[in-house]
């Protein structure tokens, strides 16, 4: 039974599921942040916002496709191995290119941001706070909560296990990877071989 479903396929479809959350998550919080800080008019940062979106694009083209292309077994429906296994993999990757893509559009500006929301209820302090702080179209008090959200994402303890969980929770990105070739697609490959064999067989071979 457990290798008839091959529950090595449901383990990575659960991964692309929690992945998909993760970067519809991530994805909201980059906009809003080049949108808090004006900085989405710049090309170079609408280009990562979309490397971003891309991402959020495939792994939802991943969960459709492995769905629509899933087995029917005894009492059980299974997703598509190839696909949730591949996008599992990808993943791997993906997720810590988003956090280092969000430490590049945030820059300095996660850094300077009080920890706590009691310096607000200093008045000498937050008359200072809503100086230096606030932006054009968002107040001290809310880009601090905005930041403070980013920091803990890419820069607190937690946020740092989580991207280290995200790198190596299916083992080494360098086995995994090379696993899909040697292993995951061990059958399958010898369609895409096939499909440069035809056309070797149809050009002419030199006259003896």
């Known amino acids: 039974m457990w290798h ?3 529950l090595r396929g449901w383990f990575n479809w659960h991964f ?6 993760r970067l519809k998550f991530l994805a909201g ?3 809003a942040i080049t949108e808090a800080s004006k900085t989405n008019v710049h090309i170079n940062v609408q280009e990562m916002l979309g490397e971003i979106l891309i991402y959020l694009m495939l792994n939802e083209a991943a969960l459709y496709a492995s769905v629509e292309k899933a087995e029917e077994l005894p009492n059980i429906t299974r997703p598509d191995p190839y696909i949730s ?5 990808f993943n791997q990757r993906v997720l810590p290119r988003v956090h280092e893509i969000l430490r590049g559009i945030a820059g300095g ?3 300077p941001i009080p920890s706590s929301i009691k310096d607000f209820e ?5 008359r200072l706070l809503d100086k230096y702080l606030s932006m054009k179209g968002i107040s001290a008090v809310e880009r601090v909560k905005l930041f403070n959200l980013l920091w803990d994402v890419i820069g607190s303890e937690s946020g740092l296990r989580y991207e280290q969980y995200d790198r190596f929770s ?18 399958k490959k010898r369609e895409y071989v096939k499909l440069v064999q035809d056309i070797l ?7 003896a």
């Open 4 to 6: 008839t479903v091959r």
């Open 16 to 21: 692309v599921i929690r992945h998909y959350s």
């Open 29 to 31: 919080l980059g906009i």
């Open 85 to 89: 296994i591949a996008a599992s993999h």
């Open 109 to 111: 500006a996660s850094i």
């Open 122 to 126: 200093n008045p000498e302090e937050r």
């Open 170 to 187: 299916r083992g080494d990105t360098v086995v995994r990877w090379a696993q899909t070739y040697s292993e995951v697609f061990k059958e």
């Open 201 to 207: 067989d149809q050009m002419p071979n030199p006259k």
